[in-house]
Nanobody
């Protein structure tokens, strides 16, 4: 699977942004998708995941209620809508394709990764 993420940028605290990730190379509706992020000097951490149909979603506690993951299988794209952004959300955001239709929350649950898109939230 090839993944291309975009939509990052510089946003003020309290603002909103939507990330997109376009997939190709495998039947999009056959696997779960996820978003992870990595801040400087920190490990990559789970943000959100969605199962193959979009009917099941998981979120990290730090983003629950502020971020929404959703997918459009007709467009082979997964999105991450981010509201009420905080400076601590600053990181490179990576989309990832799951190994199967099952949803997971760890790096090991995902087999393909996009190149990352930078989000910077200013205070």
């Amino acid at each position: 699977v090839q993944l291309q993420a975009c939509g990052g940028g510089l946003v003020q605290a309290g603002g909103s942004l939507r990330l997109s990730c376009a997939a190709s190379g495998r039947t999009f509706s056959s696997y779960a998708m996820g978003w992870f992020r990595q801040a400087p000097g920190k490990e990559r951490e789970f943000v959100a995941a969605i199962n193959w149909s979009g009917g099941i979603t998981y979120y990290a506690d730090s983003v629950k209620g502020r971020f929404t993951i959703f997918r459009d299988n007709a467009k082979n794209t997964v999105y991450l809508r981010m509201n009420s952004l905080k400076p601590e959300d600053t990181a490179i955001y990576y989309c990832a394709a799951g190994m199967s239709h099952r949803i997971g929350m760890t790096v090991a649950d995902f087999s393909s990764w996009g190149q990352g898109t930078q989000l910077t939230v200013s205070s």
